[in-house]
């Protein structure tokens, strides 16, 4: 059964701090990875990643796709109190695009 | 683009009674797909369609639900009858398709139940 991993389920830091989401995969033909950023609303598209080893940055948001390992890491520096949210780390199977989505983590940025 | 498009944004019925969702994909997007949310349960994909046709409906969770997509701008979401189990936000999502995964999801319907 194809599923998503994602640790910690919750994680609670202070303004400034770095954080590592982690989320692991097992999903037959998989075509690539996602990242979402949930806040009290809809799911918002973060990254995409298709390649090994490739890193995708957005401000201070990066992420990295290892498929060697089935795996990805979402990292956020410098944290701020609008990053609390919900991240979803989603898996892509198939030729249709079907998403697995992780638990989440659930990250809380005090200030 | 304005985004995919939900309406009504909240929804409050009484149980046996017939709701029907509405979403407007992005124009241009070849998939179109409806989820479920709920805290005790997350996101749950109830079914997509490529090209206004049902590819998956499988996460449909009974006969009292079903959706159409008769046109590549429009779909619906139809519950009947409804029941208070059936509260949750209800998000339409799509995405481009052509090797482009990524979903683009709408402002979810908050239906309430009583």
């Known amino acids: 059964e194809d599923k998503v991993v994602q640790s910690p389920l919750s994680l609670v830091v202070h303004e400034g701090d770095t954080v590592t989401l982690n989320c692991s995969y097992e999903?037959?033909?998989?075509?690539?990875l996602l990242w979402y950023k949930q806040e009290k609303k809809a799911p918002t598209f973060l990254f995409m990643l298709?390649?090994?080893?490739i890193e995708k940055k957005s401000g201070r948001l990066s992420s990295i796709l290892d498929k060697k390992e089935l795996s990805s890491i979402l990292n956020i520096t410098a944290t701020q109190t609008g990053d609390s949210a919900i991240y979803l780390c989603?898996?892509?199977?198939?030729?249709?695009?079907?998403?697995?989505f992780g638990q989440g983590t659930t990250l809380q940025v005090k200030p | 683009d304005a985004g995919v498009i939900q309406s009504p944004r909240h929804e409050v019925t009484e149980m046996g009674q017939e709701v029907t969702l509405r979403c407007k994909p992005i124009?241009?997007?070849?998939?179109l797909f409806w989820y479920r949310q709920t805290m005790m349960r997350g996101l749950e994909l109830l079914i997509y369609?490529?090209?206004?046709?049902?590819?998956?409906d499988s996460g449909m969770p009974e006969d009292r639900f079903s959706a159409k997509m008769p046109n590549a701008s429009f779909s619906t979401l139809k519950i009947q009858p409804s029941e208070p189990r059936d509260s949750a936000v209800y998000f339409c999502?799509?995405?481009?398709?052509?090797?482009?995964?990524?979903?683009?999801f709408g402002p979810g319907t908050r239906l309430t139940v009583t």
């Open positions: 999502a799509s995405s481009p398709g052509q090797g482009r995964y990524e979903q683009y």
């Open positions: 999903v037959t033909n998989f075509r690539s």
């Open positions: 298709t390649s090994s080893g």
């Open positions: 989603v898996a892509v199977s198939g030729n249709t695009g079907k998403l697995i």
């Open positions: 124009s241009g997007h070849d998939y």
């Open positions: 369609f490529n090209n206004n046709v049902p590819i998956d």
